[in-house]
Nanobody
Framework: QVQLVESGGGLVQAGGSLRLSCAAS????????MGWYRQAPGKQRELVAV???????NYADSVKGRFTISRDNAKNTVYLQMNSLKPEDTAVYYC???????????????WGQGTQVTVSS
C-alpha cells in the first residue's frame, strides 16, 4: 500500500554534512506527519526531528542548530539536512510517517528500512 524509501546515508568525517531523503509512494493515502528517528549501537530508538502537515517542526536537543528537517508535500518527501556531524550522530536513521489510508478513519505508523550514517572522528 505505502512504501517509504530512504537514501543519503553513508560515511562522513566529523564536521561534515549529509542529506537524507525519504519518499513515500503508493496510492489512496494522505500523510499527516513525517519525521526521522535514529538508533545508535547499544541505545534505544530516539526521535531526531519531525515535521507536521502544517510545517511545524520539532528537534531533539542534541541536534538543534545542526540538523534541519524539511518537507515537499507535492513529492511526498521529507529531508534531513545534517551539518556539523559528530561521531555521536552515528546511527541507523529511520524515516517515519503517520499515514491515513483514504478508506480508513485511523492513522497508521509507517517506517522505512533505515539508512546507516557513520561519522568518523
Amino acid at each position: 500500500q505505502v512504501q517509504l524509501v530512504e537514501s543519503g546515508g553513508g560515511l562522513v568525517q566529523a564536521g561534515g554534512s549529509l542529506r537524507l531523503s525519504c519518499a513515500a509512494s503508493g496510492r489512496d493515502f494522505s500523510i499527516n506527519a513525517m519525521g526521522w528517528y535514529r538508533q545508535a549501537p547499544g541505545k534505544q530508538r530516539e526521535l531526531v526531528a519531525v515535521v507536521t502537515s502544517d510545517g511545524s517542526t520539532n528537534y531533539a536537543d542534541s541536534v538543534k542548530g545542526r540538523f534541519t528537517i524539511s518537507r515537499d508535500n507535492a513529492k511526498n518527501t521529507v529531508y534531513l539536512q545534517m551539518n556539523s556531524l559528530k561521531p555521536e550522530d552515528t546511527a541507523v536513521y529511520y524515516c517515519n510517517a503517520k499515514i491515513k489510508p483514504r478508506s480508513s478513519r485511523v492513522l497508521y505508523l509507517y517506517w522505512g528500512q533505515g539508512t546507516q550514517v557513520t561519522v568518523s572522528s
